[in-house]
Structures are given as structure tokens and as C-alpha cells.
């Protein structure tokens, strides 16, 4: 191949832009603008399961008043050490406890926070407060006065979602701390959603800008919309039911720089978290109620006879008694389990020891299975867990059971009065 004759004289060139802060374009320009999409930020998946110990750990090492914010970053490792998710995207797990206020501050980027645990807690926007539940959006606008407070009895956590990526591309970012610790609190409690949330607005126009007046939108409601829609419209094949959170005086997103929506996807039911040597999830209409152990016991002398029958067997899963649960533990107490040891003895001799993650489908799995066939309801109990140990038991036989973090179980089977003796299957 023959030399370009004129590469020395380019390159000269280029060293005598260079010198005046200058390059030509025809170098980079298919970096700059390339025939293709090249993005830089990879699939990422956070299970809250996980993180959530750690998350309570910096509750242990760090108060919300060192820290200003407790919060652990979610940083995608396609990005090292600019913490973020996406180029302009943020993400974080907040943990505010029992008595701790994070102090008023206020800053160039606008949040977006997802409630993901607890209740109690607030967030105060520009004088007005309100109190989170799992499962609200709450919105802070860029360069609103916001503080959180948790005068409850339990832990709140949630997931934050800012721009600050995109703020920082901009070299727009910066923050100030308010003189109080509290910011003063001048608005009654739930104007803003009196004012916008009911498809009315003021006569008067009392809000401008593009960030939506509204800073909190509860899940109850967004439930309730997206139940609604389930039973009387068809799903999009693509997007099941969805619906964005908007700004009721435009129309568009709740905030400029970030949009959020949520969607009911047809098929797939609630997620709900298993426990075991069965575990027993109660199930409110929007989410978990509590967990508890429970045990799955099986009349084996109906079982054999209705098989011999030729009849169903249900009778020998559903005699009274067949199912003792221990106290439930609410689940924000407890969080979501999918791991741990899960045991049963059988008079002081261990028969089952396992682990949670040893099931053979995923909660989400089991759960949407069962869906296709019965319609889940609030109050449901679902057991699930694992068949290790299966064994007869007898009269007399004291059983005992656990799962890690959860309040065990202890009986004696005894014998049904003018009735022989059964077995039954633990």
C-alpha cells in the first residue's frame, strides 16, 4: 500500500490546531455521531431481597444525621465510579429509622422516590409534608426545599431515582442546606392534592414551572386505577395496563427531566415471598400482609381410601387441623425471605433441613401458576416450601419447626377422641 503523501503535512496540521484548542472534525466524527446506537450503560438487576441487609447494616454503622442521606448507591459496573445507573440516571436505597430526621436541604436535581418498605415515615416539599406508604411515588422538584422524618415505630426504606448524571453533564450541579434542621411546615396537610389531584385545577393559577404540583402520588390509588382497568379494558399486547404519573396542569411527566410510569402486565400475579417448612403468605389485596411457619399435614388412611375409591383425596388434605400456622411476622417487620435455613424435628430428631432457595420454582413462578387457576384475593394463605423430610407421624409425636427469622412451631399430635389412632404425614 502506498503512503499517503500528505499524512506529514496533516499531522502538522493537526499539532498546530491542537496548540490553539482546536481538532479537526473529519478525525472524530464517526465517534461523535456513529451510524449506530452505542451505549455505554449495561442491563443491570438489583434484587431488593438482597440488598435490603445491607441496607439495615448502614443503619447500624451510620446515622441519617452523619450521613445527611442514607442511602447505597446502585452503580452500574459499565460505569465505574460515576454512580450512576444510566449516563443520566441515579439510583439509590434509602433507609430512614424510628426517631431520625434527615435535615432540610435543597439542590439543581430533581428525585423521584419509589416507598418500597415501612410506613411513618415523611417527606416535606417546600412547606408541605406528607407521610409515605409502601408502593408511593413521591416526586421533589429541582430546587425544592425537602427534608424526610421517620416519627414511627418502624423502618421506611425506598428507592430514589435522580438526574444527576444529566445535571452534572450540564456542570449545573450544586446544593444548599436550609438554616433549620426541619424546614418550617406552612401548608395544611394534603393541599396540593386538593388542589390538583381531583381533575381540578385553581381559577387562580398558583403554580408554574414544568415540575408537577403534586409531589405525592398514593399507591392505593394507582392500585385502584390499574385494578379497574384489568376488569374493564383489554390489555395492550405489548404494555399490559400502563399509566403515567403526570403533572395535572400540563398534562406531561411529573418532572421534566425524568418520566415514570407503572404497569399491570395480565398473567402475572402479585409477587408474593414464600417461607417454609411451608410457609404461609398473607396476602392483602395490593401486597403481603405478613409470614409465618406453618405445616402441611396429610391424612394418609383418607388419602388411601378415596384412592382406592377411585374418588378425589382432597378430604385427607383438608381435615381440621390439617394446617397449624404459628404467629404471623408482618412483613415490614421482616422483609421479603427467600433464603435461610428452613428445619423440622420430629421428636428431637432432625428430619427436614433445607434452605429456602432450595425450591425448585421461583415465588413468582409458583404464584403465577396458581393464578391461572384461581382468582388470589386478599386474606388467601399460600403455603410453599420443600417436600425434604416427609415422614408418618403418630400419636404422642412432638414436632417442632423454624425458619430463620420467623417465630417457630411446636405441637403434640395427639389422638381425635372416640377415634383410632392415624397417621398422618408431616
Not at 413521591?138 to 444529566?166: F, M, R, Y
Not at 394463605?381 to 419447626?401: E, L, Q, S
Amino acid at each position: 500500500m502506498n503512503a499517503d503523501p500528505t499524512a506529514p503535512e496533516r499531522h502538522s496540521y493537526a499539532e498546530a490546531l491542537a496548540a490553539k484548542g482546536a481538532s479537526p472534525l473529519w478525525d472524530v466524527l464517526h465517534d461523535l455521531v456513529p451510524e449506530r446506537p452505542a451505549p455505554t450503560a449495561k442491563p443491570c438487576h438489583w434484587s431488593y431481597a438482597d440488598m435490603r441487609p445491607l441496607l439495615m447494616q448502614a443503619g447500624e454503622l451510620i446515622s441519617a444525621e452523619e450521613a445527611e442521606r442514607r442511602v447505597l448507591v446502585l452503580e452500574n459496573p459499565a460505569l465505574a465510579h460515576q454512580h450512576a445507573l444510566t449516563p443520566t440516571l441515579y439510583g439509590g436505597l434509602q433507609l430512614i429509622l424510628p426517631g431520625e430526621i434527615a435535615r432540610s436541604h435543597r439542590h439543581t436535581q430533581s428525585a423521584i422516590r419509589l416507598v418500597l418498605e415501612g410506613s411513618g415515615a415523611y417527606t416535606a416539599v417546600d412547606g408541605e409534608r406528607v407521610f409515605m406508604k409502601r408502593g408511593d411515588f413521591i416526586t421533589t422538584p429541582a430546587w425544592c426545599w425537602h427534608d424526610h422524618g421517620n416519627p414511627g415505630s418502624e423502618p421506611v426504606t425506598w428507592l430514589d431515582g435522580l438526574d444527576i448524571p444529566l445535571v452534572r453533564a450540564l456542570g449545573a450541579q450544586f446544593a444548599q442546606h436550609h438554616h433549620a434542621k426541619v424546614q418550617p411546615i406552612v401548608a395544611a396537610a394534603g393541599l396540593s392534592e386538593r388542589r390538583y389531584a381531583r381533575g381540578l385545577l385553581p381559577v387562580k393559577p398558583l403554580h408554574s414551572g414544568a415540575s408537577s404540583p403534586l409531589f405525592s402520588y398514593p399507591y392505593e390509588r394507582t392500585r385502584e386505577a390499574l385494578e379497574w382497568l384489568s376488569r374493564h379494558e383489554a390489555p395492550d399486547p405489548h404494555r399490559g395496563h400502563a399509566l403515567r404519573f403526570s403533572n395535572p396542569t400540563t398534562g406531561g411527566p411529573a418532572l421534566p427531566t425524568m418520566e415514570a410510569s407503572v404497569q399491570w402486565v395480565p398473567g402475572v400475579a402479585r409477587r408474593f415471598h414464600h417461607a417454609a417448612p411451608r410457609a404461609a403468605c398473607f396476602a392483602s389485596s395490593s401486597h403481603v400482609y405478613g409470614y409465618a411457619v406453618g405445616l402441611d399435614m396429610t391424612r394418609r388412611d383418607l388419602q388411601l381410601q378415596a384412592r382406592d375409591a377411585g374418588r378425589p383425596w382432597e378430604f385427607g388434605k383438608c381435615f381440621r387441623g390439617s394446617a397449624p400456622i404459628a404467629p404471623v411476622r408482618i412483613r415490614d417487620h421482616f422483609g421479603m425471605p427467600d433464603r435461610g435455613a428452613i428445619w423440622l424435628d420430629v421428636n428431637g430428631k432432625r428430619r427436614q433441613s433445607a434452605t429456602l432457595d432450595e425450591q425448585l420454582w421461583s415465588v413468582a413462578e409458583q404464584i403465577a401458576y396458581l393464578s391461572n387457576y384461581y382468582d388470589l384475593e386478599g386474606g388467601d394463605v399460600i403455603m410453599t416450601g420443600t417436600p425434604a423430610g416427609v415422614g408418618a407421624v403418630v400419636p404422642g409425636d412432638i414436632i417442632r419447626a423454624g425458619i430463620d427469622g420467623l417465630p417457630g412451631i411446636e405441637l403434640v399430635v395427639i389422638e381425635p377422641a372416640r377415634q383410632n389412632a392415624r397417621k398422618v404425614q408431616a
